[in-house]
């Protein structure tokens, strides 16, 4: 089997047999059936399944048990498979497989044309390898397939394309393998997104696209992964663990028995004298100033009860839910709320965690150095010269999103943030106090001021609070 291009179905394919004649292909995202599926048709969808086959051991294969219309029927599904992105080519030497291309995509169509010897490529900046299972993966968010790379030959090509080259230098320095197969491994990475072509001020073409120029890579990464349309990863409620792994409760058990026990406003009588909601909405302000007069306890009890309490507990099948005055991604409210307290009427200064169902604050340290920094860099943050009177730090349970949801966890995580710090926006107003949303915070040092777990709970959005100047 010499420098031969075998085809194969991807490996997170299942195939299941209904009856004698339809078989049933399944994979994230694609479900593919196909209808009077002879006993030579099943026994090439099991090879490709498998190790693959080459295009004319697939054609001698079909030919000597169904004739021409075997091979007509075999073409067919190729076809039906490569639609729905399940077809793989991968280019093979001497008997060893050097590099897979694997579809992410119904926008990918793999090309027949061979790579010019003469055009120079250089890795993109967006090109991510990583180590997946066994294998070493190449992906970029700007294609739609990702690569392979199963032989050392491979993967020292790879390695060799962080300086631009030319299909031709690089089948000189590449000793071992042949020009063919040398121009099948650059083929392969150009149509997964992972090379730029250089012009001839050997300047990567892409860096000539301002566009992309402004994109930061993990900021693409993430953009590609987290929506459909470049990946067939698990997507939505996939519920990967249901049967693995327990969910996380909806309400995390007390971290401290130092209770603060809030005060409960009477939401009616607040109503009668709220600011109308128009009113709130034309003026609202981020308040980066804060004034001497500090905050008081009754007003940070109202505050956190007006958006954030937990308003009831539901059952469901997949366990506890709960209702709260601001929507969260399938009722799962990772999100746990912490005020960093500096100045507050009737609250001593340090750590708090709010409990949401029994509202009240438990207190996990006294002021500290990492308490200090934590307000310093929220004032360094919004480049205030008063000092922050109650720093509101939002942090992430992200299993309780993560047992659900497969792709779009964190993004989703990043929009109940964006929710709750409008909701919480937007009360401040409505209650005459000051807020601004902080544009970063330091994860780690919340992890080590909370004692947590920084790939459990961490910190993902943080926002201000405070009697505004005057007050």
């Known amino acids: 089997m010499s420098d031969e291009l075998v085809l194969s179905i991807r490996q997170d394919v299942s195939l299941s047999e209904v009856g004698t004649d339809r078989v049933t292909l399944q994979a994230p995202q694609t479900l593919l059936t196909f209808k009077q599926v002879t006993a030579a048709l099943r026994s090439a969808l099991r090879t490709l399944l498998t190790d693959g086959a080459a295009a004319a051991e697939l054609n001698e294969m079909l030919l000597a048990s169904d004739g021409v219309m075997g091979l007509y029927k075999l073409q067919y599904f190729l076809g039906k498979l490569a639609d729905a992105c399940l077809l793989c080519h991968t280019a093979v030497a001497d008997g060893a497989r050097l590099a897979t291309i694997v579809p992410l995509s119904g926008r990918y169509t793999y090309r027949d044309?061979?790579?010019?010897?003469?055009?120079?490529?250089?890795?993109?900046?967006?090109?991510?390898?990583?180590?997946?299972?066994?294998?070493?993966?190449?992906?970029?968010?700007?294609?739609?397939?990702?690569?392979?790379?199963?032989?050392?030959?491979?993967?020292?090509?790879?390695?060799?394309?962080?300086?631009?080259?030319?299909?031709?230098?690089?089948?000189?320095?590449?000793?071992?393998?042949?020009?063919?197969?040398?121009?099948?491994?650059?083929?392969?990475?150009?149509?997964?997104?992972?090379?730029?072509?250089?012009?001839?001020?050997?300047?990567?073409?892409?860096?000539?696209?301002?566009?992309?120029?402004?994109w930061e890579f993990h900021d693409l990464l993430f953009h590609s992964r987290s929506r459909l349309g470049r990946h067939n990863n698990p997507y939505g409620g996939a519920l990967r663990f249901v049967d693995e792994i327990p969910p996380l409760p909806p309400l995390k058990?007390?971290?401290?028995?130092?209770?603060?026990?809030?005060?409960?406003?009477?939401?009616?009588?607040?109503?009668?004298?709220?600011?109308?909601?128009?009113?709130?909405?034309?003026?609202?302000?981020?308040?980066?100033?804060?004034?001497?007069?500090?905050?008081?306890?009754?007003?940070?009890?109202e505050f956190l009860y007006r958006s954030a309490r937990v308003k009831e507990v539901n059952q469901t099948e997949l366990g506890e839910?709960?209702?709260?005055?601001?929507?969260?991604?399938?009722?799962?409210?990772?999100?746990?709320?912490?005020?960093?307290?500096?100045?507050?009427?009737?609250?001593?200064?340090?750590?708090?965690?709010?409990?949401?169902?029994?509202?009240?604050?438990?207190?996990?340290?006294?002021?500290?150095?990492?308490?200090?920094?934590?307000?310093?860099?929220?004032?360094?943050?919004?480049?205030?010269?008063?000092?922050?009177?109650?720093?509101?730090?939002?942090?992430?349970?992200?299993?309780?999103?993560?047992?659900?949801?497969?792709?779009?966890?964190?993004?989703?995580?990043?929009?109940?943030?964006?929710v709750l710090l409008q909701t919480m926006n937007l009360t401040a107003t409505a209650m005459g106090l000051g807020s601004c949303v902080l544009g970063g915070g330091d994860s780690d040092l919340f992890c080590e001021a909370a004692n947590l777990d920084y790939y459990a709970e961490t910190s993902v959005g943080e926002l201000i609070l405070g009697n505004p100047p005057g007050r």
């Not at 991604?329 to 709320?337: F, H």
Request: glycine share 6%.
């Open 321 to 418: 839910v709960t209702r709260r005055p601001y929507p969260g991604a399938g009722a799962i409210y990772e999100l746990e709320i912490y005020t960093v307290v500096d100045r507050c009427e009737g609250v001593s200064a340090g750590l708090y965690h709010y409990d949401p169902l029994e509202h009240r604050l438990a207190k996990l340290s006294d002021q500290n150095g990492r308490l200090d920094g934590l307000l310093e860099a929220a004032r360094n943050s919004y480049k205030g010269k008063t000092k922050t009177q109650i720093l509101v730090v939002l942090a992430a349970r992200f299993q309780r999103s993560q047992w659900k949801y497969a792709s779009m966890s964190y993004a989703a995580i990043l929009k109940d943030v964006g």
């Open 113 to 214: 044309d061979a790579v010019s010897p003469s055009t120079r490529w250089v890795l993109s900046r967006f090109a991510c390898c990583r180590k997946e299972g066994s294998e070493f993966t190449v992906e970029s968010p700007l294609g739609f397939a990702r690569v392979v790379l199963r032989d050392r030959r491979a993967r020292a090509l790879f390695m060799e394309l962080a300086e631009a080259r030319s299909g031709a230098e690089l089948a000189s320095s590449m000793g071992d393998m042949s020009d063919e197969q040398t121009s099948l491994c650059l083929k392969f990475l150009r149509d997964a997104g992972a090379l730029s072509e250089v012009g001839p001020g050997l300047v990567p073409v892409e860096a000539e696209r301002p566009e992309l120029v402004q």
């Open 253 to 301: 058990p007390p971290m401290s028995s130092d209770f603060l026990e809030l005060t409960r406003p009477d939401l009616a009588q607040i109503e009668r004298g709220d600011t109308p909601f128009v009113s709130v909405i034309e003026n609202r302000r981020s308040a980066r100033e804060q004034g001497d007069e500090p905050i008081n306890s009754e007003q940070l009890a």
